[in-house]
């Protein structure tokens, strides 16, 4: 998928994030705990992707809606700073070609929703702090 491609590229090129999570450990979901991950683990996943139209039709745009899950085996700290970084990268970036092989063109991105994992289960003695991001991008399908 040439857009997830160039998300995770503009995220692996940023400085904080990339300072914050191995390469080897940004995966899709279906991936994790493969070998050379290590905590903290993104996992990420496209979910729903819909044509924009007018009146005569489609317009070649597509809205979708790419989730990041943070994962820290540390501390929630952690999986919120990871969450931020993605936020930060993403933030009012529009008018932009992803570095995909395909050059995905995005009209805008937009943080959708954000959601905790902040309660531990009394008694656990290994936890996941989880914190995800959901970013919805509007994009010229190529």
């Known amino acids: 998928m040439a857009l997830q491609d160039g998300m995770l590229l503009l995220l692996q090129n940023d400085a904080t994030y990339s300072g914050l999570v191995d390469a080897l450990s940004t995966v899709p979901v279906g991936a994790v705990k493969q070998k050379g991950q290590a905590y903290p683990i993104v996992v990420y996943h496209q979910g729903t992707i819909l044509d924009e139209l007018d009146t005569n039709g ?19 700290t952690e999986a919120k700073a990871i969450a931020k970084a993605i936020r930060d990268v993403f933030k009012n970036l529009n008018n932009t ?25 009394q008694g656990a003695l290994t936890v996941e702090y989880r914190v995800m991001v959901e970013v919805t991008a509007n994009y010229l399908e190529s």
């Open 58 to 76: 489609s317009t070649g745009f597509r809205t979708a809606r790419v989730q990041f899950d943070a994962y820290s085996a540390k501390n929630y």
């Open 97 to 121: 070609t992803l570095p995909d092989t395909d050059s995905t063109f995005v009209s805008a991105f937009w943080i959708t929703m954000e959601s905790d994992m902040t309660v531990v289960p």
